[in-house]
């Protein structure tokens, strides 16, 4: 049913004004309504995600309970080493790349370092476990290789830190061995 458009207000049909406040009453009880479902929405995604996303903490904790395996310390080659002293002078590091031969993920080793003197001979020899560092940083990450273990054809930077350095040493790179290597 149409109106007349040139028909005065009171031939119109019954209109009610409706009081500004009533107006406001409205508008408030609307909003608030969609905030109360925008936000049950959003804790009932936050909840679907949290249920299906697995958590860093249950990975970390399986990764734990696999048993660890030795692998043969041969299947892990040491390439570009390099050595530093500590800012203090009383330690030596010695950095460079590990790769991975083996086909296990190498999560943990421990190399001899080998310090000679003048005449080849060895005057000190202690075992030290590889620390991972960041690439072209100088920063140690902890137990890297345990959290992102090396995998098969894989390499790394790591560093070897050597506290107590032996007085005679000849100041070349020592020489490194494995002696023990973890893996999954």
Known sequence: MATNPRATI?????????SPGRRTKQMQSNSQNRRLLSTAIALLVLGL????????????????????????????????????QAPDGEAIFVDGLVTNDGVGRVSAATAQ??????????????????????????????NEFARNPVGPKEMRFFRIAVEKVPPSWNHEVPELKLVAVTAR
Not at 10 to 18: G, Y
Not at 60 to 79: D, G, I, K, N
Not at 114 to 130: C, I, R, T
């Open 10 to 18: 009171s031939e119109r049909a019954q209109l009610t004004v409706l």
């Open 49 to 84: 995600v949290l249920r299906y996303l697995p958590s860093g903490t249950r990975k970390a904790q399986a990764r734990t309970t696999q048993p660890a395996v030795q692998e043969a310390p041969s299947e892990l080659h040491f390439s570009g080493l390099q050595m530093s």
């Open 113 to 142: 370092v080998d310090f000679y003197d003048a005449h080849g001979a060895v005057v000190a020899s202690v075992e030290k476990p590889l620390v991972g560092m960041a690439h072209g940083a100088t920063d140690l990450v902890r």
